[in-house]
Protein backbone atom coordinates (compact mmCIF):
# COMPACT_ATOMS: atom_id res chain seq x y z
CA UNK A 1 0.00 0.00 0.00
CA UNK A 2 1.35 3.43 -0.81
CA UNK A 3 0.21 7.10 0.71
CA UNK A 4 -3.28 7.57 0.65
CA UNK A 5 -3.91 11.62 1.47
CA UNK A 6 -2.70 13.96 3.98
CA UNK A 7 -4.72 13.35 7.15
CA UNK A 8 -4.73 15.83 9.85
CA UNK A 9 -2.21 18.69 10.08
CA UNK A 10 -1.34 19.93 13.67
CA UNK A 11 -1.25 23.65 14.67
CA UNK A 12 0.43 24.54 18.15
CA UNK A 13 -1.54 26.50 20.37
CA UNK A 14 -1.56 28.10 23.82
CA UNK A 15 -5.12 28.11 24.26
CA UNK A 16 -7.32 25.22 23.05
CA UNK A 17 -10.44 27.27 23.52
CA UNK A 18 -9.50 30.77 22.41
CA UNK A 19 -8.36 29.01 19.29
CA UNK A 20 -11.43 26.75 18.80
CA UNK A 21 -13.12 30.31 18.81
CA UNK A 22 -11.06 31.54 15.96
CA UNK A 23 -10.99 28.48 14.04
CA UNK A 24 -14.43 27.77 14.26
CA UNK A 25 -16.39 31.13 14.44
CA UNK A 26 -13.99 33.45 13.04
CA UNK A 27 -12.53 31.43 10.00
CA UNK A 28 -15.58 28.88 9.84
CA UNK A 29 -14.09 25.62 10.44
CA UNK A 30 -16.28 22.43 11.51
CA UNK A 31 -15.49 20.41 14.38
CA UNK A 32 -14.69 16.70 13.73
CA UNK A 33 -13.42 15.77 17.40
CA UNK A 34 -13.29 17.52 20.52
CA UNK A 35 -12.15 15.03 23.46
CA UNK A 36 -9.75 15.26 26.26
CA UNK A 37 -7.14 13.35 25.99
CA UNK A 38 -4.08 14.54 28.98
CA UNK A 39 -4.90 16.42 32.15
CA UNK A 40 -6.87 19.95 30.88
CA UNK A 41 -5.79 18.99 27.36
CA UNK A 42 -8.36 18.06 24.54
CA UNK A 43 -7.63 16.01 21.22
CA UNK A 44 -9.66 19.41 19.14
CA UNK A 45 -9.88 18.05 15.46
CA UNK A 46 -11.46 20.30 12.81
CA UNK A 47 -12.13 20.11 9.09
CA UNK A 48 -12.98 23.23 6.15
CA UNK A 49 -16.79 20.81 6.03
CA UNK A 50 -18.25 18.10 6.85
CA UNK A 51 -16.92 14.71 5.13
CA UNK A 52 -12.92 16.36 4.19
CA UNK A 53 -10.61 13.94 5.40
CA UNK A 54 -8.06 16.76 5.39
CA UNK A 55 -8.08 18.09 8.92
CA UNK A 56 -6.59 20.49 11.37
CA UNK A 57 -5.69 19.74 14.84
CA UNK A 58 -5.32 22.19 17.31
CA UNK A 59 -2.26 20.74 19.78
CA UNK A 60 -1.73 22.25 23.31
CA UNK A 61 1.70 21.60 23.90
CA UNK A 62 5.04 23.55 24.56
CA UNK A 63 7.44 20.55 24.59
CA UNK A 64 6.84 19.11 21.05
CA UNK A 65 5.81 22.48 18.59
CA UNK A 66 6.35 25.97 19.25
CA UNK A 67 3.56 28.55 19.19
CA UNK A 68 3.63 30.64 16.17
CA UNK A 69 5.69 28.11 14.04
CA UNK A 70 3.58 26.99 11.43
CA UNK A 71 3.16 28.80 8.49
CA UNK A 72 2.21 27.78 4.84
CA UNK A 73 -1.24 26.38 5.58
CA UNK A 74 -3.70 28.05 2.66
CA UNK A 75 -7.08 28.05 3.16
CA UNK A 76 -9.00 28.08 0.36
CA UNK A 77 -12.11 30.47 -0.96
CA UNK A 78 -14.06 31.14 -3.51
CA UNK A 79 -14.57 34.84 -3.03
CA UNK A 80 -11.26 35.74 -1.33
CA UNK A 81 -12.81 39.67 -0.97
CA UNK A 82 -15.97 38.58 1.15
CA UNK A 83 -14.03 36.07 2.91
CA UNK A 84 -11.08 38.63 3.99
CA UNK A 85 -13.73 41.32 4.61
CA UNK A 86 -15.67 38.69 7.01
CA UNK A 87 -12.79 37.47 9.04
CA UNK A 88 -11.31 41.30 9.15
CA UNK A 89 -15.02 42.58 10.97
CA UNK A 90 -14.13 40.28 13.38
CA UNK A 91 -11.13 42.09 14.59
CA UNK A 92 -8.60 39.89 12.85
CA UNK A 93 -5.61 41.63 10.69
CA UNK A 94 -5.63 40.55 7.22
CA UNK A 95 -3.08 41.22 4.64
CA UNK A 96 -3.20 42.91 1.47
CA UNK A 97 -4.93 40.43 -1.41
CA UNK A 98 -1.59 39.93 -3.71
CA UNK A 99 -3.26 39.14 -7.22
CA UNK A 100 -0.60 36.21 -9.04
CA UNK A 101 -0.70 34.10 -11.87
CA UNK A 102 -1.60 30.94 -9.87
CA UNK A 103 -4.42 32.51 -7.75
CA UNK A 104 -5.17 35.53 -4.94
CA UNK A 105 -3.63 34.90 -1.46
CA UNK A 106 -4.12 37.24 1.79
CA UNK A 107 -2.19 36.19 5.22
CA UNK A 108 -2.97 36.47 8.48
CA UNK A 109 -2.06 34.66 11.67
CA UNK A 110 -4.15 32.81 14.35
CA UNK A 111 -3.96 33.70 18.14
CA UNK A 112 -0.76 32.51 18.37
CA UNK A 113 1.03 33.86 15.66
CA UNK A 114 0.53 30.73 13.54
CA UNK A 115 0.95 31.51 9.67
CA UNK A 116 -2.69 30.79 7.10
CA UNK A 117 -2.97 32.47 3.47
CA UNK A 118 -6.90 32.84 2.40
CA UNK A 119 -6.12 31.57 -1.62
CA UNK A 120 -8.87 31.36 -4.28
CA UNK A 121 -7.70 30.36 -7.51
Keep these: MGLKSIE ?39 VAKVGDTTSISLM ?30 AGVAVADIMDTPWGKFADLKDPDGNGLSLHQM
Design 8 to 46: IISIPVNDQDKSLAFYRDVLGFQVAMDMPYEENKRWIQL
Design 60 to 89: QSTIVFTMGSIHGIYLATDDIVEYREKIMA
